[in-house]
Structures are given as C-alpha cells and as structure tokens.
C-alpha cells in the first residue's frame, strides 16, 4: 500500500467520481504487468487528452500506485494548475532545453516512482500510432528499469485534437485498455532500434484493442479512416499539424518583432 499523498489522492477521488458519474466502461487487460513495487515507464499511446488520467485511473484500482507524468512546462506556469501539478510530483518538460526534465525523470525511476511518456509526442488526431521519439527507452535504459507499453483505445471520444465532443456524447463511453508485458532495455542497446520494437508492439495492442471495442465505428467520426472512419488520414492530420505549428512560429517571430 503507498503512502498517503493528499493532493493526489484526492485528484484521484474527483478522477474515479467524474468517470463515475459519465459511467464509463472500463475493459482492462494486463494489468498484472503493472510493478507492484519500483520503477518503471509507462509508454502510452496518445489519442486523447484524457489519457494520462484514465492510466492513473486503472493504475490505482489495480495496483494502488501513482503515475509521475511528463508534462509541458506551460501546464505548470499556469497559476493554479501549475502548483497543483507540481504538488502531484509531475514532471515540468521545457520542449527546447529538455535534459533538466530527462534528468528529474531519471531520478525518479531509481527512487522506484512509475513515469508516464507519451513517446509520439502529442495526440494523434488520425487515431493511429504515430512515429516515436525515443525518450521512453533511453529513460528506461538509463534508470535501470522496464518499460510497460500502454494502450488506451475509446478515451479519446471524451476529448480529443481539432473535434468538439457533445456533452451527451461522453456518457457510457466504454474505454478499453492493454498492459503490455514488461519490456528489458539497456543502455548497450541502440536506442532507434528498441523504439521501432517498442512501437510495433504498443501498434498490435491498438490493433487488438480496435478489433474487440465493443461499438461498431464504422462511419463515426472517432474512427481511423483506415477502419471505416471519418478521421483525417495520418497523411492530412500531419499537413495540419505543420500548418499549426507554422502559424505559431509566425505569430511568435510577430511577437518579437513587436517587442523589439
């Protein structure tokens, strides 16, 4: 049983009594491959904004441990937000000088604390797995510690990139999750090569978990175009994404060049 850290345990309250009140459909699998004790990184796929949430969510009924998640540093400089995810022992990611945050990860995974990554590095809006970076592994190599994929397939139809999700469209939501057996890396291994593993694997684990979703998502909009769907192809979601981020580099040169 851990010890008792109130901020979290009470995020983890309010967490089960919303997902409670949606009446979610929790389908689990695997979750003895969840560490009863030590360190370890949760690799996760990312369709949704809800997914760090829903793992903690199955990691406590199963296992009564807290995940330590990666996160933006925007998410902590907001004022309230900020202090709450510092109080849950979050992990502040600067996306242009990153080794402060690699290195805060690092430490934590020997004091034996779980570690969620997103390895794709934002929410797919195809709902397909996407190329990984390699953190996860190199995390997991440094530290000493395993690396437990995890897939989470129906959470984004609670709320995801660039669709407004109905209010009435989030209740009784099934939401299907796999806990991958435990993967071994070590530093002699050639980090690129481990990933591409990595991510075939946690790429079977969607496809099994798409194959069995109890709902038929032919024709609906939370659906892979490949599958019957009507989401954008990985192709157009990632013509998007660069036109996204474009406009941002604009308008912060625009910025810059106001303030000069």
Same mark, same amino acid.
């Given at each position: ?18 997902? @409670? !009140?949606? /009446? &979610?459909?929790?389908? #689990? ?6 560490? =009863?004790?030590? $360190? ?94 390699? @953190? !996860?592994? /190199? &995390?997991?190599?440094? #530290? ?6 995890? =897939?989470?397939? $129906? ?102 060049? #106001?303030?000069?």
């Amino acid at each position: 049983m851990s010890t008792r850290e109130p901020l979290y345990d009470t995020a983890i309250a309010a967490g089960r009594g919303l997902f @409670g !009140a949606l /009446r &979610l459909k929790r389908i #689990a699998t695997g979750t003895e491959h969840i560490p =009863a004790s030590g $360190g370890a990184v949760f690799a996760m796929t990312h369709f949704g904004y809800w997914e760090f949430a829903l793992v903690e969510w199955v990691t406590w009924i199963s296992a009564r441990r807290r995940v330590r998640f990666l996160a933006k540093q925007s998410v902590f400089e907001k004022p309230v937000l900020g202090a709450v995810m510092r109080g849950m022992k979050h992990i502040s990611v600067d996306m242009k000088a990153g080794a402060a945050a690699y290195a805060n990860a690092v430490a934590a995974l020997r004091r034996g604390e779980l570690i969620g990554v997103f390895p794709e590095a934002g929410v797919s809006a195809s709902f397909t797995v996407r190329e990984f970076k390699t @953190g !996860a592994v /190199r &995390l997991a190599a440094e #530290a000493g510690v395993p690396v437990i994929p995890v =897939a989470v397939w $129906g959470g984004h139809r609670l709320m995801t990139k660039r669709h407004r999700v109905g209010f009435r469209e989030r209740f009784g939501v099934p939401v299907t999750f796999e806990f991958g057996a435990p993967i071994a890396v070590s530093p002699a291994d050639d980090a690129h090569t481990a990933t591409e593993r990595l991510r075939e694997t946690m790429q079977s684990m969607v496809d099994r978990l798409q194959r069995d979703y109890p709902v038929d998502g032919t024709g609906a909009w939370w659906q892979p175009r490949h599958l019957g769907g009507t989401a954008p192809t990985p192709e157009e979601a990632a013509a998007a994404d660069a036109a996204r981020d474009a406009a941002r580099e604009r308008k912060r040169q625009d910025h810059d060049s #106001a303030q000069s």
